[in-house]
């Protein structure tokens, strides 16, 4: 479940308000307890949107994480009660369990639960590799806004809050209302703060940020729950203990922003896709910094002859497994050997262009040679990729990236799309 799931026409954005407390560690019935004697004590107007505290059911209980995720429709059933009993909306994170593939895999997804059930749903993108979240959590992917009546909310988990372009594109869509779900620690309280006041400023849109109290394994969590006007104004702000805040929402106020300027109207294309083409020396140069920084450089190769459906799908899920992703190109004289003398269809520099105009593409480089094992010993990537039902030891340059500390996948292919099968397609029809 992502993004928009149904719109729940009977709510609008009313009144925006938090519950900040001490989330208990794998006490589902406690924290449950908690946010109905916090709801109690608001006793919310209709139409409002409560934040709830990022795995506020259970927190971050690693070990029975799976089992938490089975009562997620369960502990939904009883917010859905909530909201109806209210009627309002209230938005929280949870652990989804899902399957890929016949994997079990966990996101940590934010829903938004109103009187009629799930409104939305946003996975958490980026996960916090340092309290372990990437050994337990799948990133979530391609978030967008959810339908709240006639507006639009964005949100975010988290860590994500450090990524203003997963707001960015949100807001773009015409969110004007962003809710953070999160378990910031005290240690960077300050950073929690003025994230949720630059992200209300450059979106020019009303931000809710609630954060949990308390400690758990010797960690204390920052609180100070804010709600942010357009312009960044602090209207409401909690302290370092559980508490509960509720306001209307003057939705002129927004408009009043946006009416001497608008920033977030303003998206030009800005890039010259072009440049993404280079020279091995040039790349080298690049990766280098890229893997300085910390960057994951993921590479797999190809002709990539006629683009087709196949290879954007691979190549996408290529490039979601690392921060990086480096195509190494066929040159001319390379398909030609590998295909014979009518191929390719389309010369080098077409087919490299092309790519290089794909979003989810860093870098193109060509390479003459029938395999680029020579290009893969040259830029020694993190990962490398190949698609289809490949064995690893057959993969070229596998032995000498993991010789490196690299890795190497192979991606199944997905649908039934041939570069070969479209050409004789054509063929055919000219028949």
Known sequence: MVGNIMSSPGLSLAGAGFIQFDVK??????????????????????????????????????????????????????????????????????????????????????????????????????????????RYFT???????????????????????????????????????????????????????????????????????????????GLEFGGHSMIVAPDGT??????????NILLPVDQGLLGKTRELFTAVAVNPYSFADQNKVMDLAGLKGVIAQYQQLGRRVVFTNGCFDILHRGHVTYLEEARRLGDCLVIGLNSDASVRSLKGPERPMNDEQSRARVLAALGC??????????????????????????????PVDKIVGAEEVMAAGGGVLSIPLVGDFSTTALIERIQQSKK
């Open 25 to 134: 560690l794998g006490e589902i019935e406690q924290n449950l307890a908690a946010v109905k004697q916090a709801l109690a004590a608001l006793a919310p107007a209709p139409g409002a949107i409560i934040a709830l505290p990022e795995l506020w059911a259970a927190g971050f209980d690693y070990p029975r994480m799976a089992e938490h995720g089975n009562r997620t429709p369960e502990i939904l059933k009883v917010l859905q009660e909530q909201a109806r009993l209210y009627n309002i909306c209230l938005a929280g994170s949870l652990p989804e369990i899902a399957t890929d593939r016949d994997r079990l895999i966990i996101f940590n997804t934010l829903y938004f639960t109103g009187p009629e059930g799930v409104v939305g749903t946003i996975r958490k993108q980026q996960l916090f590799a340092p309290m372990a979240e990437d």
């Open 361 to 390: 593409v860093d870098h193109v480089v060509l390479f003459g040679d029938d395999t680029p094992l020579g290009l893969i010993t040259e830029l020694l990537p993190d990962l490398l990729v190949k698609g289809g039902d490949w």
């Open 234 to 243: 602090v209207l409401a702000e909690a302290a370092d203990q559980p508490e």
């Open 139 to 217: 990133g979530g992917t391609d978030p967008q806004p959810v339908q709240l009546g006639s507006d639009l909310l964005a949100g975010v988990v988290c860590f994500d809050l450090r990524f203003p372009d997963l707001i960015r594109h949100q807001a773009a869509r015409g969110a004007r209302l962003l809710v953070v779900s999160s378990q910031w620690p005290a240690a960077r309280r300050e950073h929690w703060r003025i994230l949720l006041r630059a992200r209300a400023i450059e979106n020019q849109i009303f931000v809710i940020g609630c954060n949990r109290c308390g400690t758990t394994d």
